[in-house]
């Protein structure tokens, strides 16, 4: 099993940018697919953006260009650069372990990190 911890998060005005960061607990060379998650209260869980072994990713259609994803295999640690905020983009952000399929429509993971609240205000 590994653990997940989320930092980064915080307030921001719109246009601005923020990065957050998901280190494990163990080697994630080992893990196949990671990603970010989101919920604002009131709203579905979405997924944000993930990432293969291979380092190929995939975006939600409302973060595409804004978002990058990337993952640090010597650093057991996964990022999500968000530029551009929105205050649509105000959410709860989890960091992920994927079980299946490593696409933003899986539901399922086998770690969840504790999550880091992001805030943009217009």
């Known amino acids: 099993q590994v653990q997940l911890v989320e930092s980064g998060g915080g307030s921001v005005q719109a246009g601005g940018s923020l990065r957050l960061s998901c280190a494990a607990s163990r080697n994630i060379a080992g893990i196949n697919c990671m990603g970010w998650f989101r919920q604002a209260p009131g709203n579905e869980r979405e997924g944000v953006a993930v990432i293969n072994s291979l380092g190929g990713t995939s975006y939600a259609d409302s973060v595409k260009g804004r978002f990058t994803i990337s993952r640090d295999n010597a650093k057991n640690t996964l990022y999500l650069q968000m530029n551009n905020l929105k205050p649509e983009d105000t959410a709860m952000y989890y960091c992920?372990?994927?079980?299946?399929?490593?696409?933003?429509?899986?539901?399922?993971?086998?770690?969840w990190g504790q999550g880091t609240q992001v805030t943009v205000s217009s």
């Open positions: 992920a372990a994927v079980v299946y399929p490593c696409t933003v429509a899986a539901k399922g993971a086998f770690s």
